[in-house]
């Protein structure tokens, strides 16, 4: 599946002049923005993970563009939040050496209705630069609650690990796993994937993501 050339700002939405390549997807003020406001620049703790980085602060103009890729259909900003995620990948290819790059699986449904898994275009998206395989592993539970429905940290944690179930096909056994994630709010979710990661096998998981949420 290509990624398509978007002609208006990710961010903002306004038209870009068409420069150089064309490939430009931000406006000049949203550049120096995300600079400035956007980059996250903590580090992540994962419990189980071996590391974990996120590229952008969800907050602002990136969480409203974050919502676009998800729920309006704004698949080509894939390349863009991908592009945000690659040096980060770039940077630790030499310590994590991964073998795979996985991603969090959405319902069956959402998948349906939306058509395309968001998480999965990220990681496609990044692992193709590096030449790394880029595959499915995990599977969503039909009808699990909600994490937003969830009364404290220990429910959203049972109910992350519940929601979440190995493709019978996922080969991880001993290899060192990418796992690719839009967006890190609590971290419950992303825990139960590596934690289940790690149960089928995976010798180390490394967690991606594109983005997380500001003060955690
Ligand atoms: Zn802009």
Redesign the pocket.
Known sequence: MGILFTKR?V??G?MLPAIGTGKAM??P??AAEVRQRYRCTEAIRIPGAADAAAALYYTGKVRNAMQRFKFQHKQQYAAWFAAQMLPLLAERLDTWRPDLVTYMPIGFLRLHERGYNQAELLAKAVAEPFTLPCRATLRKRAFTPKQSTQKDAVARQKNAERALLPLKSAEVRGKLVVLVDDIITTGATAAAAVKLLRDMGAARVYVLAAARTPGK
């Open positions: 700002c961010l903002c306004e931000l406006c003020d949203c």
